[in-house]
């Protein structure tokens, strides 16, 4: 029985299809899994649709993602928050993110303070300007899959200290737990490196998210300035299936860290 007969029987709830699918779908092409997928997202029933959403986690965005998003936001436009937590899988994935409809109408439906709305403004492929203050230097960030300020904090200290500044590298348990690691909390916490501020100043908030941080001229700027005090949290990263990006991409010539600095009055 090929995979997309066993979705048929679970979509009909026939005794035990859904293990019988789980086993049957390993080591299945990507095509048979998108096929199987599509007979799924036929079926209203909550169960159904989630394990619709684990298997879109594996397969990406596909012809099935749209009606799984249709059937969540409808409920929570009704107030029915039992299917909330249907997206928080496929949304750590990066094609799904991309490839997501109804991103607007999920974001008007759901609370600003839920883990849905902080998967929904997740900013990927992302450029960053930042600029050290200490060194008077400056930096072309790329950043993507980051589900807080807390994470994006640790990923750019490892990724500027000691290559382009000077400083202590963070401890590999950091890194892990704010990355791809298995510790989410390593022993001691995780301690801050850096004062972030905006364009204009403002504090960025670690608790904040990277979509927070307002455009400046078209782009995002973080500027790092020393500790006024030491800080440190629990946690490397919220989203553990969630695979984050902070990468390097260019530096400024001591000019044009200069003229930004002294644009930005620091």
């Known amino acids: 029985m090929d995979l997309t007969s066993i979705a048929a029987a679970v979509v009909a709830h026939e005794p035990g299809a859904v293990q019988n699918f789980m086993e049957q779908a390993q080591g299945c092409s990507h095509d048979e899994l998108s096929a199987a997928a599509l007979v799924l997202s036929a079926s209203p029933d909550l169960e159904i649709n989630d394990l619709l959403a684990s298997l879109l986690f594996h397969i990406g965005a596909c012809e099935a993602l749209t009606p799984l998003v ?26 799904v993110r991309a490839g997501l409809p109804h991103r607007d109408r999920l974001l008007r439906a759901t609370s600003s303070d839920t883990f849905l709305y902080g998967l929904l403004s997740v ?78 100043g403002d504090k960025i908030w670690n608790e904040g998210r990277p979509a927070d941080i307002p455009l400046h001229e078209g782009r995002r700027i973080v500027v790092l300035s020393p500790l006024t005090y030491q800080r440190s949290w629990n946690t490397g990263r919220i989203y553990p299936l969630m695979t984050p990006m902070v990468d390097v991409t260019g530096v400024l010539s001591s000019d044009e860290a200069s003229a930004w600095l002294s644009k930005l009055g620091v």
Do not use: C, K, M
């Open 123 to 200: 900013i990927d492929l992302e450029p960053l300007l930042v600029l050290h203050t200490p060194t008077r230097t400056g930096f072309e960030v790329t950043i993507g899959g980051i589900g807080d300020n807390f994470q994006l904090h640790t990923l750019l200290a490892y990724r500027l200290i000691p290559a382009h500044i000077p400083g202590e590298p963070l401890r590999q348990s950091w890194v892990e737990a704010a990355s791809v690691g298995e510790d989410l909390q390593p022993p001691g916490g995780i301690h801050g490196q850096f004062e972030l501020t905006d364009a204009l």
């Open 70 to 95: 249709e059937r969540v936001a409808e409920a929570l436009e009704r107030g029915d928050d039992s299917w909330e937590s249907i997206l928080l899988v496929p949304l750590q994935d990066e094609d």
